[in-house]
């Protein structure tokens, strides 16, 4: 299995630019998580997906952020604008379907600056 | 107060010593409790799980939880410079049911030789 797929692993951008960042879950998990970590905030839940479907997107920061799954093998996280504050390490993970005793597997991240 | 709660770190102790990492939860209906292990510039990996009050040991790493006080640990016995890194506890609540886990901020662990 070649695990969560993340695309790009890195990304530059200027101020104002848009960015696209994806991921492609394991086949055969329901569930897809996007993470925002940085040194100070540490790891941050933006939204999660269950069958392809947003359950919670409180995680938001802004309504620059926007997360579609069309389908069960692909996600996309949007910023429109870009900004300085953004730069982080996104993470996309999935789990298994089924309840609360499924760990989460994590892609590699892609790492986000803006300048 | 937060949900997840982990010593803050950084803890450092020598090769060959026990680390003892700790996490307090807020949640009672908390079910499930994963530490993952993240090096530096990589991603979180899950190392451990436990779903019991008690113990649970794996080669060097032993987790414990202990549902009536909130409070789940790991240890790492015989302490490996390979194990310096950051530690991350995770809990699972029975109020979802799609595999959200709530993440603490980590405690980052050095080994030194």
């Known amino acids: 299995d070649a695990g969560v797929i993340q695309s790009p692993r890195h990304e530059v951008t200027e101020m104002g630019q848009e960015v696209t960042l994806r991921c492609k879950p394991i086949?055969?998990?329901?569930?897809l998580f996007w993470y925002r970590q940085t040194m100070m905030r540490g790891l941050e839940l933006l939204i999660y997906?269950?069958?392809?479907?947003?359950?919670?997107d409180s995680g938001m920061p802004e309504d620059r952020f926007s997360a579609k799954m069309p389908n069960a093998s692909f996600s996309t996280l949007k910023i429109q604008p870009s900004e300085p504050r953004d730069s982080a390490v996104y993470f996309c993970?999935?789990?298994?379907?089924?309840?609360?005793?499924?760990?989460?597997?994590f892609g590699p991240g892609t790492r986000l600056t803006v300048l | 107060q937060k949900e997840v709660e982990q010593n803050s770190g950084p803890l450092s102790v020598p090769e060959g010593a026990i680390a003892s990492l700790n996490c307090t939860y807020s949640d009672r209906g908390s079910q499930s409790f994963f530490w993952y292990r993240q090096y530096s510039g990589k991603s979180p990996e899950l190392i451990m799980f436990?779903?019991?009050?008690g113990d649970k040991e794996d080669g060097r790493f032993t987790a414990q939880l202990n549902k009536a006080s909130q409070y789940v640990s790991l240890l790492i016995r015989d302490s490996q410079p390979s194990d310096s890194a950051t530690y991350l506890c995770a809990v699972n609540t029975i109020s979802t049911n799609a595999g959200k886990s709530t993440f603490g901020d980590g405690t980052t662990l050095t080994v030194k030789p």
């Open positions: 436990i779903y019991s009050n």
């Open positions: 997906f269950n069958n392809n479907v947003p359950i919670d």
């Open positions: 086949s055969g998990h329901n569930s």
């Open positions: 993970a999935s789990t298994p379907s089924g309840g609360f005793y499924n760990e989460q597997f």
